[in-house]
């Protein structure tokens, strides 16, 4: 099993017969070549989301959900994308002064750059990287990485490969949920599941900083405590204010409009609003029929 470069792309051509967003409250799923989301349920503690530990507790459990969607193994190999947890992997924005054009040399800068950012060992881990525009005016570009434990990857791909489908993208909620984003100025982008808060600051089309924490509760002040410093952020470093707050899974009612002085404004999509499970499904989905959303 190896994670590709796709791993922060979407594919093209050709459509794979399933998508699957993986969540520990089940599968949200859908037939990409006529998309209509759904939800397949999981039983309780199946999954427990880690980016050090195995994530799969009940192996059986997520083999009968996919069989539960797809009618189980086929002899045809049919396509399929399949996308994680943000917590079970780690997603940063490198800054390099100058990146090297050969892609041996490209990725030993870049597995030594987050060596000391990730929780396991990088030499054994699946990496894959996407430089960014370079910066008007210098040689200076951002490389987004996504690095995850090989073996948690592995366990996630195994019932889906059992039931005859070839994983051909494995992602990340964020990276695809990051289509959603419809806007040409800077964006924040936040998304709660269950406990693991994911935040990204856009510029555009780039992203600029990705941080996905574990909350010790899902409350209003939790969130603020990432949220506020992330504004302040984007002020220090980019000397401006970002636009807005683009957000999903927290519920509807709050009072974050005053308490980061900025417009928040609930994510959208084509196939309806994207809650905690799906941001990232309806994101991939978003990608391959084109149109974009309405800039709210």
């Not at 990051?178 to 600051?201: F, K, Y």
């Not at 952020?233 to 005053?258: I, K």
């Not at 959208?268 to 941001?279: D, E, K």
Request: net charge negative; proline share 7%.
């Amino acid at each position: 099993m190896a994670l590709r470069n796709s791993f922060l792309g979407l594919l093209q051509d050709p459509l794979p017969e399933y998508a699957f967003e993986i969540s520990e409250a089940g599968l949200a799923w859908a037939r990409p070549s006529s998309p209509q989301p759904a939800f397949q349920p999981l039983e309780p503690d199946t999954i427990a989301v880690s980016p050090l530990a195995d994530n799969v507790h009940k192996a059986d459990a997520l083999a009968d959900a996919v069989c539960a969607i797809t009618g189980g193994a086929s002899m045809k190999k049919r396509g399929a994308v399949l996308i994680l947890p943000d917590y079970c992997a780690r997603v940063s924005v490198l800054e390099f002064d100058n990146f090297p054009s050969d892609p041996k040399e490209q990725l030993s800068l870049v597995r030594f750059r987050m060596k000391k950012s990730v929780p396991f060992d990088v030499e054994s881990a699946a990496i894959s990287y996407q430089p960014q525009a370079a910066k008007a005016g210098t040689t200076a570009i951002d490389v987004v990485v996504v690095v995850a434990a090989l073996e948690i990857v592995a366990r996630y791909e195994a019932p889906f490969r059992a039931a005859g489908l070839h994983p051909g993208l494995v992602t990340t909620s964020l990276m695809a949920m990051t289509e959603l984003n419809p806007h040409p100025d800077i964006s924040v982008m936040a998304r709660l599941n269950g406990r693991a808060l994911t935040v990204a600051i856009m510029n555009g089309a780039s992203l600029k900083l990705v941080r996905c924490v574990e909350l010790p509760e899902t409350t209003a002040n939790e969130i603020l405590a990432v949220l506020l410093p992330t504004m302040a952020y984007v002020e220090d470093e980019m000397g401006t204010r970002a636009a807005r707050l683009l957000f999903c899974g927290f519920g509807e009612e709050n009072d974050w409009q005053s308490e980061l002085d900025v417009p928040v404004i609930p994510l959208q999509s084509r196939f309806g609003a994207p809650n905690q499970f799906n941001a990232g499904l309806l994101g991939y989905l978003q990608s391959i029929v084109g149109g974009g959303v309405k800039a709210a």
